[in-house]
């Protein structure tokens, strides 16, 4: 096995188009502007150079193209697996909730009102200037409300379905989307639709839904560090940040290469306050009617811009194994006419060969066969830039030699391996172990950089005051500093520098070294009162 630098075949530096960036004039990174340069825009354009998703007529509403649907279908897959191993069973309920419904419960109304998109017509007629407008005769006796979540319809659910404590726990997850009314948007962080799943479980006993919350937390750590490659912290919510109507809301926060948090799961312990407002009772061993202890828990397409914004680069997206939509490309390098069906064949036997390779526990290794009659420098830009992780090239000179020339995405575009064909399929596993680990690696190295434990005002105003006016987008990182638990406190931050206590991280951060000082006592960072253990302070998304 050698490696050869410079390759003959398609070599993007010596080609120059205006897909691809070449020598010369031209931007040495294939994304304009750079992450350094313009990090919105920089996550705008990776999403529509790898063709991942576009915005749609509908405001707020996003079309997800087929390679960014395969992340989502692949995350699915792996969660899918992981609800059902924990012992959840699938469901679906409807798209409307009558608006007495969200009225139940206090707190949730109020958190959710100002966003919710309301149906209050179930006709239309044609207007006056030929239009259509909704039929004033055909107006509904109660408006409906596009869900923003699920909770109060599967709490009326639960009534019926739980009687006894025989029917407990009762463990249950949908697969759907939801609305909720926007004003500012971004494709997959931010949009008025998006698609998730929610988790509702409920228990005989308070000490059984904390469990279950606890576990569902993990489970999305879990998915994050080993399928997404993005190391998380975990903890509760402080009071102001709480799901609306929930008891406890406890996140898992990763870091994105600006530095800033994104919340990228949450689970809810909402003790027994949506039992009450839905009716969820039942009678226990001796007989006594009582509440249930209920749960929920969900993870959006919003993991797919965490994805994004983790892990890609000024040339494009890079994709963790574990999820890409297909894991290789093949394609051919013709040099005449003669040796074309030689090529051809290679890369059926190739693939074939590949695709019966087993890759993880969810699938085999997936492979995309290129035979576009385009340049081979556009070619290889274009799957740089869609983040597959391994390229592969087939030229006579390969099919004469018996080898495949393999890239990955995660070194620069030059460099390539030359790998025997009877070797390729367990070299290509081997080469995606790899770069899942080394995406793990290096956003965990980010992160732990830039996470420090900060105790004074001053150090804490220039952790998060943008030190270069050239790139002000990027920012401190994650502070860990004493709060007295005041939320007067809390919001003077947050008012003063848009900073907010992410969570309170007392299960400790993986890795990082400022970790170990979590609890310690302290002073308050706004007020100086007393406080006895750091929280987890950031900008976020
Ligand atoms: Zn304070």
């Not at 087929?66 to 992981?82: S, T």
């Not at 959840?88 to 139940?104: C, G, Q, R, T």
């Not at 926060?253 to 009716?279: I, V, Y």
Request: net charge neutral.
């Amino acid at each position: 096995m050698y490696r050869r630098e410079n390759g003959v075949y398609g070599d993007p530096e010596n080609r120059v188009s205006k897909n691809n960036p070449g020598k010369g004039s031209a931007p040495k990174a294939a994304i304009s502007p750079t992450r350094s340069e313009d990090y919105a825009k920089w996550y705008q354009e990776v999403v529509r150079a790898a063709d991942l998703a576009e915005t749609s007529p509908v405001r707020g509403c996003m079309v997800i193209k087929p390679w960014g649907y395969a992340i989502w279908e692949n995350i699915q897959r792996v969660l899918d697996r992981k609800f059902k191993d924990t012992g959840h069973k699938n469901a679906y309920f409807p798209l409307f909730i009558p608006k007495s419904f969200l009225e139940k419960e206090a707190e949730h109304v109020e958190g959710f009102a100002k966003e919710c998109a309301v149906v209050t017509h179930h006709r239309l007629i044609a207007g006056k200037d030929g239009g259509l407008i909704p039929d004033p005769d055909a107006e509904l006796e109660e408006p409906l409300i596009v869900r923003p979540t699920s909770e109060t319809i599967i709490g009326a659910a639960f009534a019926q379905w739980v009687q006894s404590y025989r029917d407990l726990p009762l463990l249950i997850n949908q697969w759907a989307n939801v609305v909720r009314w926007e004003l500012r948007t971004r494709l997959f962080l931010r949009t008025t639709e998006f698609l998730w799943q929610e988790g509702h479980t409920a228990h005989a006993t308070d000490t059984e839904a904390k469990e279950e919350t606890r576990q569902m937390l993990d489970v999305y750590a879990d998915f994050a560090e080993n399928y997404l490659a993005i190391p998380v912290v975990r903890g509760p919510k402080t009071d102001s940040e709480r799901f609306p109507g929930a008891v406890d809301t406890f996140a898992i926060e990763a870091m994105m290469q600006d530095r800033k948090a994104l919340q990228a799961g949450t689970s809810h312990f909402l003790g027994q306050n949506f039992a009450k407002a839905s009716g969820i009772q039942f009678l226990d061993a001796e007989g006594q009617q009582r509440h249930a202890w209920t749960t929920s828990w969900g993870v959006s397409t919003r993991l797919v811009g965490g994805l994004i914004m983790s892990h890609s680069d000024d040339d494009g997206l890079v994709l963790p194994p574990r999820l890409a939509p297909a894991h290789a490309v093949i394609w051919p390098v013709f040099r005449g006419d003669d040796t074309r069906p030689a090529i051809l064949e290679a890369i059926a036997q190739l693939a074939k060969s590949l695709r019966a390779e087993r890759f993880d526990e969810h699938r085999n290794v997936e492979v995309e066969t290129d035979l576009r009659d385009i340049g081979g420098g556009d070619k290889q830009w274009e799957w740089i830039k869609k983040g597959i992780p391994l390229r592969i090239e087939i030229g006579p000179r390969d099919v004469a030699s018996g080898t495949a020339m393999v890239s990955r995405r995660d070194r620069g575009p030059k460099e390539r391996e030359s790998v025997p064909f009877a070797d390729l399929p367990r070299r290509v596993t081997e080469l995606l172990t790899e770069i899942q680990a080394g995406l793990l690696e290096r956003a965990k190295r980010l992160r732990d950089e830039n996470t420090r434990a900060i105790d004074d005002r001053a150090s804490f105003d220039a952790f998060f005051t943008p030190k270069n006016e050239e790139k002000p987008e990027i920012h401190g990182g994650f502070a860990l500093s004493h709060w007295c638990g005041s939320p007067k406190c809390e919001a003077s931050i947050k008012e003063a520098l848009k900073v907010t206590i992410r969570c309170i991280p007392v299960f400790g951060i993986d890795g990082v070294s400022a970790a170990a000082r979590i609890e310690e006592e302290g002073s308050c960072i706004v007020c100086g009162g007393k406080s006895s253990r750091r929280v987890l302070f950031a900008k976020s998304y």
